[in-house]
């Protein structure tokens, strides 16, 4: 009798809705209309026809009131739920289920709201970047420089994989036309939420800096600090084996202790995203021999999946060969593509 009781309220409250769009009320009065498209923490972010998407926190959340079906993670439960929410007594919401079935819950119970599927443990969630730049270097290259460089990454529950490429076209006053590249891949293992296995291996050829092919080769362990939507933070370390093969100066091969920092942080909501990514390489039979590559920079979403992007790649190898700077800086600015 109380299950017919709670789908008849239901069936009410959804013939009720006064246009087909989702409804956030908060607690000091205000309502909020549009498509609720994730919760993650204590973030709530809705996408607006007249403001974009746009952040509330979930602690200001009274009720909510969807017009299709979201998918719920709740505190305590493995599995989700997916269903149409409704309020409940105001303090909550009630989800029905695509079996016709009402489940009461709590709206502090609300873990996530349509989570990703690495967050729910199903399936796999694919995601991509291209980006496109024209640049000004200075240390080992004068030039005027186009650089391609892309991405692809892959992420399940239980692991993520991802493969990366860049590729320089330089025009030197003094060389002439020059290619330098660097392919990169990396799979991680989790074991548990935060902390994971990882291999990784990266190829480089960049005659500007006399390397005809420096390759590396490693492993170690890594730790996810954050991972939501206004920032994330991964960190690794483990040991490395590199190759030098140079073009003029003597070849090399040594371990390294390796080391890796991602991060992207969004402190002003979607519409600017901070990045930063390096990896390291401390040869462990010379101490004095260092190599870090690097890149910062931010994104400006113009449309859809296109960004605005200025970016900063530095490049150091605290021994460099015979005749070469230490350290290479390029300024990119150009578009990106994201998926």
Same mark, same amino acid.
Request: net charge positive; aromatic share 8%; proline share 4%.
């Given at each position: 009798?109380?299950?017919?009781?709670?789908?008849?309220?239901?069936?009410?409250?959804?013939?009720?809705?006064?246009?087909?769009?989702?409804?956030?009320?908060?607690?000091?009065?205000?309502?909020?209309?549009?498509?609720?498209?994730?919760?993650?923490?204590?973030?709530?972010?809705?996408?607006?026809?007249?403001?974009?998407?746009?952040?509330?926190?979930?602690?200001?959340?009274?009720?909510?009131?969807?017009?299709?079906?979201?998918?719920?993670? $709740?505190?305590?439960?493995?599995?989700?739920?997916?269903?149409?929410?409704?309020?409940?007594?105001?303090?909550?919401?009630?989800?029905?289920?695509?079996?016709?079935?009402?489940?009461?819950?709590?709206?502090?119970?609300?873990?996530?709201?349509?989570?990703?599927?690495?967050?729910?443990?199903?399936?796999?969630?694919?995601?991509?970047?291209?980006?496109?730049?024209?640049?000004?270097?200075?240390?080992?290259?004068?030039?005027?420089?186009?650089?391609?460089?892309?991405?692809?990454?892959?992420?399940?529950?239980?692991?993520?994989?991802?493969?990366?490429?860049?590729?320089?076209?330089?025009?030197?006053?003094?060389?002439?036309?020059?290619?330098?590249?660097?392919?990169?891949?990396?799979?991680?293992?989790? $074991?548990?939420?935060?902390?994971?296995?990882?291999?990784?291996?990266?190829?480089?050829?960049?005659?500007?800096?006399?390397?005809?092919?420096?390759?590396?080769?490693?492993?170690?362990?890594?730790?996810?600090?954050?991972?939501?939507?206004?920032?994330?933070?991964?960190?690794?370390?483990?040991?490395?084996?590199?190759?030098?093969?140079?073009?003029?100066?003597?070849?090399?091969?040594?371990?390294?202790?390796?080391?890796?920092?991602?991060?992207?942080?969004?402190?002003?909501?979607?519409?600017?995203?901070?990045?930063?990514?390096?990896?390291?390489?401390?040869?462990?039979?010379?101490?004095?021999?260092?190599?870090?590559?690097?890149?910062?920079?931010?994104?400006?979403?113009?449309?859809?999946? $296109?960004?605005?992007?200025?970016?900063?790649?530095?490049?150091?190898?605290?021994?460099?060969?015979?005749?070469?700077?230490?350290?290479?800086?390029?300024?990119?600015?150009?578009?990106?593509?994201?998926?």
């Amino acid at each position: 009798m109380q299950r017919t009781w709670r789908s008849a309220c239901f069936l009410l409250a959804l013939l009720s809705l006064p246009a087909l769009a989702d409804e956030v009320r908060l607690a000091n009065g205000d309502r909020i209309s549009g498509e609720l498209k994730a919760k993650t923490g204590d973030k709530l972010v809705v996408s607006t026809s007249y403001a974009g998407d746009i952040e509330i926190r979930w602690s200001e959340v009274v009720s909510v009131a969807t017009t299709h079906p979201v998918e719920l993670m $709740l505190e305590g439960r493995k599995s989700p739920l997916r269903g149409v929410l409704q309020p409940l007594y105001g303090s909550g919401a009630l989800v029905v289920d695509d079996k016709g079935g009402a489940v009461e819950i709590a709206l502090r119970d609300v873990a996530l709201l349509n989570p990703k599927p690495y967050k729910s443990g199903r399936g796999v969630e694919y995601t991509g970047r291209a980006l496109l730049s024209a640049a000004y270097t200075r240390g080992n290259a004068q030039s005027s420089q186009l650089q391609g460089d892309a991405e692809f990454n892959a992420r399940a529950k239980r692991y993520r994989y991802g493969v990366s490429g860049k590729l320089d076209r330089r025009d030197e006053r003094t060389a002439g036309a020059r290619t330098a590249w660097l392919a990169g891949a990396h799979y991680d293992r989790f $074991l548990d939420e935060r902390r994971f296995n990882y291999v990784r291996g990266s190829v480089e050829h960049d005659r500007a800096k006399d390397i005809d092919r420096r390759t590396a080769l490693g492993g170690g362990h890594g730790l996810q600090l954050l991972d939501s939507p206004a920032a994330s933070l991964s960190v690794r370390a483990g040991l490395d084996y590199v190759t030098v093969k140079r073009l003029a100066a003597a070849d090399e091969g040594y371990p390294a202790a390796g080391w890796g920092v991602k991060a992207g942080f969004a402190p002003w909501g979607p519409r600017i995203q901070l990045f930063h990514e390096h990896e390291g390489f401390w040869n462990l039979e010379d101490r004095a021999s260092v190599v870090l590559r690097s890149k910062t920079g931010l994104r400006v979403p113009i449309t859809g999946g $296109l960004n605005a992007t200025a970016q900063l790649n530095v490049d150091w190898d605290r021994t460099p060969a015979p005749g070469r700077a230490a350290t290479d800086s390029t300024l990119l600015f150009g578009v990106d593509y994201a998926f």
